[in-house]
């Protein structure tokens, strides 16, 4: 290292005298303008990506809750949708023995949910707990009447 800087020194004043050759200046520009677009280009592209792997995640995630839209924070509310869904499943399988057996040991409570949930919960977590418990029961329900559904077609 010290003979290059002292090559440097030595000759500082014909390495600052030279000009680079024609042409080389426009030549960088031109390349810079087109790394700069090129970064742009990645940076739209990668978030483009971004959102569609987001979205892509959203669209395959299980969603139990789906029954529940419209009741929003009112835990009353979910259970009533609740109860409706469970309605529909006794009628879709009344004639079905082993089905009205599968269904009653799923839904049936002495005390629902609803009633034991501690009052000092807000309306909104005691919502978002009879949407969880309640739509992974529907979700055994849904398979239960699937079932049943295609044992009908045969």
């Avoid at 809750?65 to 009628?91: K, L, S």
């Avoid at 089905?99 to 002495?110: G, I, V």
């Amino acid at each position: 290292m010290d003979r290059l800087e002292k090559y440097i020194r030595e000759n500082a004043s014909k390495l600052d005298s030279a000009l680079p050759p024609e042409g080389c200046q426009e030549q960088f520009l031109a390349r810079w303008e087109r790394e700069r677009k090129s970064k742009r280009i990645r940076i739209f592209y990668f978030g483009v990506s971004a959102a569609a792997a987001v979205a892509l995640l959203l669209a395959l995630q299980p969603w139990t809750n789906y029954r529940f839209w419209g009741a929003g924070n009112n835990p009353d509310a979910v259970y009533q949708r609740y109860m409706a869904h469970v309605a529909r499943a006794w009628e879709e399988v009344a004639v079905d023995e082993e089905a009205s057996a599968a269904l009653m040991s799923l839904t049936e409570e002495a005390i629902s949910l609803r009633d034991q949930l501690p009052e000092e919960l807000s309306p909104g977590e005691q919502a978002a707990i009879l949407r969880t418990y309640y739509g992974d029961i529907l979700s055994g329900i849904d398979k239960i009447t699937d079932k049943f559904s295609n044992n009908n077609v045969l």
